[in-house]
């Protein structure tokens, strides 16, 4: 019998209200995403210092770093942990996904540089531009000219080393995507949130006065015009996770 898969979600901002009420929590909103038949999902509270023990690591199959309303590029103890166990994961071959804080935690483990993006915030449904390896990992008739992702953040990775190959760019962000050999994958968007997580969020950087109300109603507008390619991101994001892609080629 095979034994079953067992990934982690390293979790880099508390739950809020709204998210554990509507989803059960941010754990949820990437298992529905990511989440196949027979799996065991976990996770670690990275925010608060909880990561898994070194002995715990080669028990999992994969690890997934959310997003964070916390700098990448930050000295905060447990940010540094985290780059320190990215660097680990990548030593032992162990399948990394980072998702917009955690696609620049790894770009900075990786030996990039991440910092304010050039362009100011990124928020709504963003269409990337995928290179054509990133195109390889779709069928001729399914591969996308473009993908529509939903973004929101305000960072962003400025440059990785050579051995990393960046995936897609869009006309706000030079590396939307990346890879690393083929157990490491950075999406600066957010390929789990749907519309209402995001507009949830928009209230909160409102609240915040980190947005101005003019720019939030702008997104709101556009938000009804557009959609994610939600089908798309979940057959990459699963098959890169699970080994399903063949991701050197």
Not at 81 to 95: G, H, I, N, P, T
Not at 115 to 134: C, H, Q, Y
Request: charged letters at 30%.
């Amino acid at each position: 019998m095979e034994a079953k898969k067992k990934y982690a979600l390293l979790q880099c901002a508390e739950d809020t209200d709204y998210v554990k009420e509507a989803y059960g929590g941010y754990l949820k909103v990437f298992m529905g995403l990511l989440q196949e038949e027979g799996e065991e999902w976990n996770v670690y509270m990275a925010e608060k210092g909880e990561f898994p023990a070194g002995s715990d690591v080669d028990g999992y199959d994969g690890f997934v770093i959310s997003g964070s309303s916390s700098d990448a590029h930050g000295e905060e103890e447990w940010i540094k942990s985290l780059v320190e166990l990215v660097r680990v994961l990548d030593a032992r071959k162990k399948k990394v996904l980072g998702v917009c804080f955690g696609h620049q935690i790894i770009g900075r483990a990786l030996g990039g540089k991440t910092g304010r993006a050039a362009k100011g915030w990124d928020i709504g449904v963003t269409s990337i531009n995928p290179s054509s390896n990133l195109s390889k990992f779709f069928s001729p008739l399914e591969a996308p000219s473009q993908l529509s992702v939903i973004e929101c953040h305000r960072d962003e990775v400025w440059e990785l080393p050579p051995s990393v190959e960046v995936l897609a760019r869009s006309d706000r962000t030079e590396i939307e995507m990346f890879k690393f050999d083929d157990h490491i994958m950075g999406i600066q968007g957010h390929p789990e949130y749907t519309k209402d997580v995001l507009l949830h969020l928009i209230g909160r950087l409102l609240d915040l006065n980190l947005i101005q109300r003019e720019h939030a109603e702008n997104v709101k507008k556009e938000l009804n015009e557009r959609e994610p390619d939600r089908e798309a991101w979940e057959k990459l994001c699963r098959g890169f996770l699970k080994g399903k892609l063949e991701m050197n080629q």
